[in-house]
Structure formats: C-alpha cells, structure tokens
C-alpha cells in the first residue's frame, strides 16, 4: 500500500519537474565552482619602503585580469587584491617598474594574465 502511493507520487508530472529541477540545479552548483573563470578588477598601487621624502608619479590603480577557479576567485574578492612595488629599489631618475605576479601576493591557484599598464 506505502509503496504503490509512493509510486503514484513520484508518477506525476509536477513531481518529476520539482525532483529534475533540484538535481539539475545541484549538479550545477557543483560543476560552475570548479569552471575555470578570467575576472577583470581594478587593484590599487601600493608602494612599501619608500624613503620619508620620496615623491614617486604612478596612477594610482591599475587594471589587472585574473584566471582560476569561481570558488577561489569568489573568495579572493572578499578582499581584493592590491600591487605592492617596492620602493626602495627605485632611484633618483626615471624608473620602469613591471608588474608581474609576485606584486600581488596571489594565493597559487590563482594567476595573472594582463596587467594594464603592465609597467609603471
């Protein structure tokens, strides 16, 4: 008896639309974490070790393009990320300082792919 009116149940058109739905929807959830993505922020320029009376003519962000996973992506926008240059490697006259990853303190799975402007 339990089980012909189980059988009815899961026979009826409305049940198996809300029963795919809900695996459909799971299956989704589960695949679309570990896509990878490329995600584009706008990251601001820090520089550390500067000397007290040091003027340094930089923009102040810059434009850089990220690839990984969503979920690792997701998390690292909690906190965006930031460049830091160091300064004290900068002399009196003009100075081309290149971005690449190591400025960024990017957890490992996640990488630089473009920086604009890739040099400061």
């Not at 460049?83 to 100075?95: C, P, Q, T």
Request: hydrophobic content about 40%; charged content about 15%.
């Amino acid at each position: 008896m339990m089980l012909s009116t189980f059988k009815k149940a899961l026979s009826t058109n409305f049940t198996l639309k809300i029963c795919s739905f809900i695996i459909g929807y799971s299956w989704w959830l589960l695949l679309s974490q570990s896509q990878i993505i490329d995600y584009q922020v706008t990251a601001p320029i820090c520089f550390t070790n500067a000397p007290q009376e040091t003027y340094i003519a930089s923009p102040e962000t810059i434009s850089i393009t990220l690839r990984g996973t969503r979920s690792a992506l997701h998390i690292l926008m909690q906190e965006p990320p930031a460049v830091y240059l160091d300064a004290s490697l900068i002399n009196e006259h003009h100075n081309l300082l290149f971005i690449c990853e190591k400025h960024l303190l990017l957890p490992e799975d996640i990488k630089l792919v473009h920086c604009k402007p890739s040099q400061i």
